[in-house]
Nanobody, 118 residues
């Protein structure tokens, strides 16, 4: 089992920045990908960014050039630096981890609220 703890959400003005952090604990030996999804009110959950153990990174087109994902802490933490935030990015942000195929589980955090005000 893997436990996930997220931090860093909150209220920010449009154009501002926030950094989200996520730490995985427990049996982390099989973790490959760590990343973030978000879900805005009335919308589907969407991928924001993720990063594999080997360093491959994916970003949603809408955040490229503004968000930066990074991993640390013996590969068990992931940070998402978010700059130039817009009101449309108000959402609950969820950290997730995906294990390598031989284990195959996906774990989700509880979510952290980000509110971007005008």
């Amino acid at each position: 089992q893997v436990q996930i703890v997220e931090s860093g959400g909150g209220l920010v003005e449009a154009g501002g920045s926030l950094m989200l952090s996520c730490a995985a604990s427990g049996d982390t030996s099989a973790i490959n990908v760590m990343g973030w999804y978000r879900q805005a009110p009335g919308k589907q959950r969407e991928l924001v960014a993720d990063i594999s153990r080997s360093g491959w990174i994916k970003y949603a087109d809408s955040v490229k050039g503004r968000f930066t994902i990074s991993r640390g802490g013996a590969q068990n933490t992931v940070n998402l630096q978010m700059n130039s935030l817009g009101p449309e990015e108000t959402a609950v942000y969820y950290c997730y981890v995906q294990e390598f195929d031989y284990r195959g589980h996906t774990y989700w955090g509880q979510g952290t609220q980000v509110i971007v005000s005008l």
